[in-house]
C-alpha cells in the first residue's frame, strides 16, 4: 500500500533550534496538508496546497512557521525558532481533490525543551 | 463555519458490547463529505470511511456500521461485538467539497474509546 511518509518520527530540541518536518505525500495525490495534535487544541490545520501551490497557511504563526512545497515529492514544515509550547504531533496528509480521503503519515512527535 | 462535535470525550465498554459513537456537524455547504478515522494507541490516523453529502445510505463494514442522517446532521459510528484490538481515539471529521479549497478537514475533538477484556 502507498503510504504518506514523514521524517523525523520523533524530535528533541530545545528552544530556539531551528526544527524542519518533512514529508512524501502518496505518488500521484495533488493537495498536501499540515495538521498539528496536542491535548488542548486536538487536531488543527496548520496549513494546505494543491498542486504545490499554498491555499491556505491562516493556522499557522507566521512569525515563526514556514510551510514549502520545492518539488511534488517533498512537503516541509519548518519551525524557527522553536518554543516549548510547539510541542505537539505534526502530521502531513495527502489526497487528490475533494472526492478522495485523506491519507495521513504517523507523525513527528516534537519535544521542545 | 464548519463544526464537528463529539459530545463523548471517552466510553468504556466490556468485550462483545455493541457500541455507538457520536458524530454532530455543522456546515452550511449543501455538498460535503464526512470521514471517520481511528487512532489506536501507536498514534497513527486511519482512514475508515467517507460518505458524501448526496448518500444518506448506512453502511457496514464487518463490525463496523455507519449512521448517516442529513436531517439530525448526524454521522454514527457503531461498532458490534466490542473486541480490545477496538480500543482507540476515534475522530469524526468534515470536508468541503470546493474546487478551490481541496479537501481540507475539520476534525471533532474525538472519543477515546476501551474496550476490557
Known amino acids: 500500500d502507498a503510504r504518506v511518509t514523514q521524517t523525523p518520527r520523533h524530535k528533541v530540541t530545545e528552544m530556539g533550534q531551528e526544527v524542519t518536518m518533512r514529508c512524501q505525500p502518496i505518488?500521484?495525490?495533488?493537495?498536501v496538508f499540515w495538521y498539528r495534535q496536542t491535548m488542548m487544541q486536538g487536531l488543527e490545520l496548520l496549513a494546505y496546497?494543491?498542486?504545490?501551490?499554498?491555499?491556505?497557511d491562516s493556522g499557522m504563526p507566521k512569525d515563526r512557521f514556514s510551510a514549502e512545497m520545492p518539488d511534488a515529492t517533498l512537503a516541509t514544515l519548518k519551525i524557527q525558532p522553536s518554543e516549548p509550547r510547539d510541542s505537539a504531533v505534526y502530521f502531513c496528509?495527502?489526497?487528490?481533490?475533494?472526492?478522495?480521503?485523506?491519507?495521513f503519515g504517523d507523525g513527528t512527535r516534537l519535544s521542545i525543551l | 463555519a464548519q463544526k464537528v462535535t463529539q459530545a463523548q470525550t471517552e466510553i468504556s465498554v466490556v468485550e462483545k458490547e455493541d457500541v455507538t459513537l457520536d458524530c454532530v456537524y455543522e456546515?452550511?455547504?449543501?455538498?460535503?463529505?464526512l470521514f471517520w478515522y481511528k487512532q489506536p494507541p501507536s498514534g497513527e490516523l486511519v482512514f475508515l470511511i467517507r460518505?458524501?453529502?448526496?448518500?444518506?445510505q448506512n453502511e457496514i463494514s464487518g463490525r463496523y456500521s455507519w449512521n448517516f442522517q442529513k436531517s439530525t446532521s448526524s454521522f454514527n459510528f457503531t461498532i458490534t461485538a466490542s473486541q480490545v484490538v477496538d480500543s482507540a481515539v476515534y475522530f469524526c471529521?468534515?470536508?468541503?467539497?470546493?474546487?478551490?479549497?481541496?479537501?481540507?478537514?475539520?476534525f471533532g475533538e474525538g472519543t477515546q474509546l476501551t474496550v476490557n477484556p
Open positions: 456546515t452550511r455547504d449543501t455538498t460535503y463529505y
Open positions: 496528509a495527502s489526497g487528490y481533490d475533494s472526492n478522495q480521503p485523506q491519507h
Open positions: 460518505r458524501n453529502s448526496f448518500d444518506e
Open positions: 471529521a468534515l470536508s468541503e467539497a470546493r474546487e478551490t479549497s481541496g479537501s481540507r478537514l475539520t
Open positions: 496546497f494543491r498542486n504545490r501551490a499554498p491555499l491556505d
Open positions: 505518488l500521484g495525490h495533488n493537495t
